[in-house]
């Protein structure tokens, strides 16, 4: 790993750590570049309101667009770690790390409205670049403002905004921008285009909001670093590069009629493969959940159980198997090749129809 002048670097991604449509469900702990946002939802993000007053007037208007998002994964293993509003119709982004390998998102709020945890549904992740994107059934949360990254200069001041640690609420750390465009290792391969900050980045702080003097976003909070002698460098992925991202991840799993009847969660890295007690080098989609009476139930699908291959095509995300049901009609049979701790099998499913209230 590159960083100047620096040795005996070791990233810590500060979070927990993984899903899609159908994915999973819910319950409980970078090349940057110029980007024009023609998806409506983003735009509807309100214009800037005349910023005074002191920082912690700032820091109020940016609370309520911080969620906490709570985690398990197979085995009972739970894990945290922190989400920013970008649309009033339940779009969350936080870091792929966060819900890599899970089986269920809990979204928690911070906005005096919405008292009670949601289930969060992870539609779409981007491992190479530490983003994923979560949806709530929601309509009225509160996005945050946002600034372009770009005009950032080195010496600005920004803040943190996440819930590090399991200390029981929201946490706010102050500094400025140490660098910009920086490359870091991560758990996926090189995270490039990062703004370099000294503001505190802890467990748990990860997919926060690194926000300007005016409480607008202007990163995502991936990593600390702890370094053998160097302190106070964190690192945010740039929102010029990150939107994109999030609007590809938004707009890349298409709706689907058809219906397994299962909830399913992308394996798409070694950690999430070893997690599940398989080789490391499987890809695939897990399920998450069967639901009771559905295609899934039927056919004898488990908790655990990988597909890796649909109908003979290589499944190697939670996408792809969204993408192919999507060419399906309901009463075709999908011919599954599954893996688990156990070995390999195939099932035949009939698809069934999604009716307006089934579940995911």
């Known amino acids: 790993m590159k960083l100047a002048a620096l040795a005996l670097v070791s990233v810590l991604l500060a979070g927990c750590s993984g899903g899609d449509e159908e ?14 946002v023609s998806e409506p939802a983003l735009a509807e993000i309100p214009p800037d309101a005349a910023a005074t007053g002191s920082l912690a007037d700032v820091v109020a208007r940016v609370l309520p667009s911080v969620v906490y998002v709570r985690t398990k994964s197979f085995g009972g293993g739970e894990g ?20 890599e390998g899970t089986t269920s998102v809990t979204v928690v709020f911070n906005d005096g409205r919405h008292t009670q945890p949601l289930p969060g549904t992870v539609i779409g992740t981007s491992p190479e670049r530490d983003l994923a994107v979560i949806r709530v059934a929601e309509t009225d949360l509160i ?22 640690l399991g200390l029981g609420g929201p946490s706010v750390t102050s500094g400025i ?5 920086r490359t870091i290792d991560g758990r996926n391969g090189k995270l490039t285009g990062l703004l370099q900050t000294d503001a505190a980045i802890n467990p748990g702080n990860s997919g926060g909001a690194l926000v ?45 009629q058809t219906w397994l009847g299962i909830a399913f969660s992308s394996v798409d890295s070694d950690a999430a493969a070893v997690q599940l007690g398989l080789d490391a080098s499987v890809r695939g989609a897990a399920v998450t959940a069967v639901y009771p009476g559905g295609p899934g139930e039927r056919a004898e699908l488990a908790v655990g159980d990988v597909v890796i291959a649909a109908d003979d095509l290589p499944i190697d995300s939670a996408a792809d198997l969204s993408r192919l049901l999507a060419k399906r009609q309901p009463g075709d049979e999908l011919d599954l090749e599954l893996i688990d701790s156990r070995g390999p099998r195939l099932v035949t499913v009939p698809l069934a129809k999604r009716n307006p209230g089934s579940s995911p």
């Not at 994915?23 to 024009?36: D, G, K, L, N, R």
């Not at 945290?80 to 819900?99: F, K, P, Q, Y």
């Not at 106070?232 to 590069?241: H, P």
């Open 23 to 36: 994915s999973a469900p819910a319950p409980a702990p970078t090349e940057t570049q110029t980007v024009t």
């Open 80 to 99: 945290d770690g922190s989400g920013v509003v970008l649309d009033r119709a339940g779009i969350i982004v936080t870091n792929n790390h966060v819900i």
């Open 143 to 164: 996005p945050l403002r946002l600034a372009r990254s770009s005009s950032l200069r080195l010496g600005d001041a920004v803040f943190a905004v996440g819930f590090p």
């Open 177 to 181: 921008v140490s660098g910009l465009d």
């Open 212 to 256: 300007d003097r005016l409480g607008r976003l202007v990163g995502i909070n991936t990593a600390g670093v702890r370094l053998a002698e160097a302190e106070n460098v964190s690192f945010a992925i740039a929102i010029d590069g990150a939107l994109p991202v999030i609007d590809r991840i938004r707009n890349e799993t298409p709706p689907t």
